[in-house]
């Protein structure tokens, strides 16, 4: 049995001190232990500093352990150990650190999307079309909906009036009109044309006179909306009236949940509408599966913290009953709708632009950190979105140091250009057959010149015709200048392709992904019934689910929107900047993680080779769609790459098997080890248990 659970030892701290003792009297002892015959008493303490022990061991081991043995009666063990900096720092979170601990847990999930809207409010000031500010404005909005929650909580927190406001309902009517204020603002809007016209109603001879019905109109469209917004809050009043529980408490989460759903939706349909006041289909279907998703994960999550709150403590929990708690708790899994919001914003500037500018470059980076890294995590009770942090500062000081300057637009179609490819590959094949037999002496000069002539002339003409110097002298040729430029007629065609390219790669990566994470994880816990037996399983469950279908795309996304940018002659280069920059994210936790003593973190190694092994084989596919001459099945789509690349020699080719090979390599030798990959949704609310002092063995015999 374990120690603590048995109520044999006693701790109290002092100072910076941890006194632990063994409990000596009979009343404090288990029944069953109040006559054993004690074998032996061992204390372990392999990372603590150990201050004093007494009496004295019967025998020391390795590892600061100590064992006292005795025929009748355990001896009067007391143990001194000195605090960890990480334990003294919980400790003093604990008592008078909570208001610092606020102050970070509201800047360690909101800093990401302050320095997004930092962004963006750049971008709205510089940009001159009136649909890009909308959007951004609309994004800003969404944003400030997102963190506002937080926000309010460090208010109130900092103010001690935390307790009070929620007491009285204030913290749930300000959760509800949150939620009800992007549906007001899309109600105004689509009610503001019809106001305007209905208050100038034509009266005789062309004249127009203030009418009644706008103010009527305005008054309606504000009374729905407000309907809608009291109905979040009007099931609170049993929990205010009524002290013993009730199970129509959960009546107002089920209104916030769904509250939640359609301000959800109305941004995402606002946003798609702004370039051209229509939806695309894509967005269409996205919709049409995100929303319903959105309204059963708010739904599945508000039953199972019902279910297992009834079950493990006996009453409903807070974020049952509160909009407030149950709106906290969904924000952190808010994130894909700003990805939306991103790919739209990005969609307005690829329509507009043919080069990724310095501020879409910005925003593809944060789309990148958005969509693929989770934040934050706790260290030492103290969120810190280390993570996210550094996989922008990576990502963007990598892209700053091998930027490449975008090849030219050669004006020819994509089908041309391969074409142009093809036959400037066989031309120079048989210059250089023509030069090798001019060498050897097997053609005379006067042959060789008549020969290669026409060849060089086809050159300079195909070379010319895509804005190449048809001399050779810039030392590039139609390939580079078609990989460079990738399949797309425009980086947002490159990065639309890439990502779907990566949504069918990514699939097995991602069922595999969260099948790892859920079958097992570092807290022991063996199994999805077990996982979802905790109070916090469900919102675990669908962060990973999310992040583990969503990571591919987005990733796919920033790959395809950088090609131009990214260094390398050959696709499969290009991904190496993205996996570095997300190799730096998870290893900065990683390494953070493991220094200050915590839980180590795994399965990061696993994470970086897959998302290296889906980045190059879509990077393959994208050449291999680059040099497409003909329509036909995959194995003739690939035959132009296969050679490009000189598969099965002394080229490029190898060093692509290699990378693949070392990579596959990688993961079976975790799947040999066992894989223990812990889910990548920090839910965790307080410091975990300190381990200074590991109680290991106290053993009772007879």
């Not at 900065?588 to 993680?593: E, G, I, K, W, Y």
Request: proline share 7%; charged share 15%; glycine share 10%.
């Amino acid at each position: 049995m374990e120690p603590n659970r048995a109520g044999l030892w006693s701790s109290r701290t002092s100072g910076r001190t941890r006194f632990v003792a063994l409990q000596l009297s009979p009343a404090g002892l288990p029944p069953g232990l109040a006559r054993a015959r004690w074998r032996a008493v061992a204390v372990r303490a392999p990372d603590s500093e150990v201050r004093g022990v007494m009496p004295l061991p019967s025998e020391v081991r390795p590892g600061h352990t100590y064992v006292w043995r005795d025929a009748a009666a355990p001896p009067r063990v007391e143990v001194a150990l000195r605090l960890s900096a990480r334990s003294a720092f919980q400790r003093w979170t604990g008592s008078g650190g909570q208001k610092v601990l606020t102050v970070a847990t509201c800047l360690g999930f909101a800093l990401p999307y302050l320095l997004l809207a930092g962004l963006l409010v750049l971008l709205g000031r510089r940009s001159a079309d009136r649909d890009e500010r909308a959007l951004v404005r609309i994004v800003l909005g969404t944003l400030a909906m997102i963190i506002a929650v937080e926000v309010i909580a460090a208010v109130l927190l900092l103010s001690g009036t935390l307790f009070l406001s929620h007491l009285i309902g204030l913290t749930d009517v300000g959760a509800v009109l949150i939620l009800a204020a992007p549906l007001c603002a899309a109600a105004w809007r689509r009610a503001r044309p019809r106001i305007r016209r209905a208050g100038r109603a034509p009266t005789g001879a062309g004249r127009t006179r203030p009418g009644p019905t706008g103010p009527a109109l305005a008054g309606v469209v504000l009374a729905g909306v407000a309907l809608v917004a009291v109905s979040g809050f009007a099931p609170l009043a049993r929990r205010y009236v009524h002290e013993q529980a009730d199970p129509a408490w959960i009546a107002s989460a089920v209104a916030t949940a769904s509250l939640l759903t359609t301000a959800a939706w109305v941004i995402a349909v606002r946003a798609a509408r702004v370039p051209d006041r229509r939806t695309p289909r894509a967005v269409r279907a996205l919709l049409r599966w995100s929303v319903p998703g959105l309204a059963l994960t708010t739904l599945a999550f508000v039953a199972h913290a019902a279910v297992t709150g009834l079950r493990t403590w006996g009453y409903l929990p807070d974020v049952v009953v509160s909009p407030f708690f149950l709106l906290r708790n969904l924000a952190y899994l808010m994130w894909p709708l700003v990805v939306l919001l991103l790919l739209l914003l990005l969609r307005l500037h690829g329509r507009r632009t043919e080069a990724v500018g310095p501020l879409t470059a910005w925003l593809v980076a944060f789309l990148f950190v958005v969509g693929t890294i989770r934040w934050p995590s706790t260290y030492a009770g103290m969120p810190v979105p280390l993570a996210a942090l550094a996989g922008l500062a990576v990502l963007s000081l990598l892209l700053r140091l091998t930027r490449r300057a975008e090849p030219a637009d050669p004006g020819v179609s994509r089908r041309r250009l391969a074409v142009i490819v093809e036959e400037h590959r066989a031309l120079e094949a048989r210059e250089k057959g023509l030069r090798r037999r001019w060498a050897a002496g097997d053609m005379d000069d006067a042959a060789y010149h008549r020969e290669n002539e026409p060849v060089v002339e086809r050159i300079g003409r195909l070379r010319g015709e895509i804005g190449l110097d048809p001399r050779r002298e810039d030392g590039l040729t139609p390939l580079d200048l078609a990989l460079a430029r990738g399949p797309g007629s425009s980086w947002w065609a490159n990065a639309r392709l890439a990502s779907r390219y990566a949504t069918y790669v990514g699939a097995p990566a991602a069922v595999f992904l969260i099948w790892a994470t859920w079958s097992t994880d570092s807290m022991g816990h063996d199994g999805w019934l077990d996982r979802l037996s905790e109070p916090n399983g469900f919102y675990g469950l669908a962060g990973d689910l999310i992040g583990g279908l969503l990571i591919w795309p987005v990733a796919g996304f920033v790959l395809g929107a950088l090609w131009r940018r990214l260094p390398g002659r050959r696709g499969y280069l290009k991904g190496a900047v993205p996996v570095l920059a997300y190799g730096a994210a998870t290893g900065a936790h990683a390494v953070l993680n493991n220094l200050i003593g915590q839980a180590p973190v795994r399965g990061s190694l696993v994470r970086i080779l897959l998302l290296f092994l889906v980045l190059t084989v879509v990077a393959v596919l994208m050449d291999a769609r680059t040099l497409q001459t003909r329509p036909g099945g995959l194995a003739s789509r690939l035959t132009p790459v296969a050679v490009v690349y000189r598969l099965g020699t002394a080229g490029s080719g190898i060093a692509l098997i290699v990378a693949q090979a070392a990579a596959i390599l990688g993961l079976w030798t975790q799947l040999r080890h066992g894989i223990d990959i812990t889910s990548q949704v920090d839910t965790s609310t307080q410091a975990p248990p300190s381990t200074d002092a590991q109680l290991f063995q106290s053993r009772p015999g007879g």
